[in-house]
């Protein structure tokens, strides 16, 4: 799971970074094709949503901040 989270870490601060080399880490740790296609997908999705909600102002939900 950490060679995931890695991964998603570095997807997400610097995309261009991402090469065959992560891929095939994460393929060495046990990690199907579908499943790097599915975190790839997943990660990305979660932040162009992030992006576009930062981009609008969108102001979190007055629980959450309870929760913290």
Do not use: K
């Amino acid at each position: 799971m950490r060679g995931l989270c890695d991964f998603a870490v570095l997807l997400t601060h610097q995309p261009g970074a991402v090469g065959e080399d992560d891929v095939s880490r994460l393929r060495d740790q046990g990690w199907s094709d579908a499943a790097i296609h599915d975190a790839i997908q997943v990660v990305s999705f979660f932040n162009y949503i992030n992006r576009i909600a930062e981009a609008v102002g969108v102001e979190d939900e007055p629980d959450w901040t309870e929760a913290r």
